[in-house]
């Protein structure tokens, strides 16, 4: 069965620190993996989107490495802010289905 | 632009009853998709619309109905409503198919049935 494992399955770091979130995957055939942010109470934002030839992929203070050989991907977020304080999902596209993540919670401490 | 919007926000609703989740994109988007999120677990896709007309099952359809008459507006009916149907729904949508194209969620209507 096709599924993706993030971990861990919450964090909690102090402002200003920088942390890293962790997906593994089994999809396959794979198409492209994203990171999505999620707000408490809101929908998932799009943060990168990477296909399986982009190795990583940057978006202000978030930077997405993918391994495709070992199936793993990771989500960098430097400098915390409160504001990064959220639930980080990652999703594998197979072909035309998205297989999701139960995600990461992150709360960033002052 | 609005985005995608969905109402209502919170419903609370007795086993049996029956109601429509609205969802409306102003993104001149073809796909529109309906997923429901449950705690410690992934989005699950209920149905998908590939434009105005078709409608298509995803990976947990039972107990939910959709419909697309026009291109903007993607409404998800619960009939007979059941506590495992407690969850919170989110409607997207995406230009091109989802497994290519990025997808654009609402802000999510959390349902509780009791």
């Known amino acids: 069965k096709n599924q993706v494992e993030q971990s861990p399955q919450s964090l909690i770091i102090l402002e200003g620190k920088n942390c890293t979130l962790q997906?593994?995957?089994?999809?396959?055939?794979?198409?492209?993996l994203r990171w999505y942010k999620q707000d408490t109470g809101r929908g998932p934002v799009s943060l990168t989107i990477m296909t399986f030839s982009e190795n990583t992929k940057s978006n202000g203070r978030y930077t997405a490495t993918l391994d495709a050989d070992t199936k793993q991907s990771s989500l960098h977020i430097t400098a915390s802010q409160l504001s990064d304080s959220a639930s980080y999902i990652c999703v594998v596209s197979e072909g035309n289905k998205l297989v999701f993540g139960a995600g990461t919670i992150l709360r960033v401490k002052s | 632009n609005a985005g995608v919007t969905q109402t209502p926000k919170f419903r609370i609703l007795k086993i049996g009853q029956s109601m429509t989740l609205q969802c409306t994109q102003d993104m001149n988007h073809n796909y529109m998709y309906w997923y429901r999120q449950d705690p410690g677990m992934g989005l699950k896709l209920i149905y998908y619309s590939v434009g105005a007309g078709i409608t298509d099952k995803g990976e947990v359809p039972n107990g939910y109905n959709v419909s697309r008459s026009t291109t903007e507006d993607f409404p998800l009916r619960l009939e007979l409503a059941a506590p495992s149907q407690t969850s919170v729904y989110f409607c997207?949508?995406?230009?091109?198919?989802?497994?290519?194209?990025?997808?654009?969620f609402g802000p999510g209507t959390r349902l509780t049935v009791l």
């Open positions: 997906c593994n995957y089994t999809v396959s055939p794979f198409s492209n």
């Open positions: 997207a949508s995406s230009y091109g198919d989802r497994g290519l194209d990025e997808q654009f």
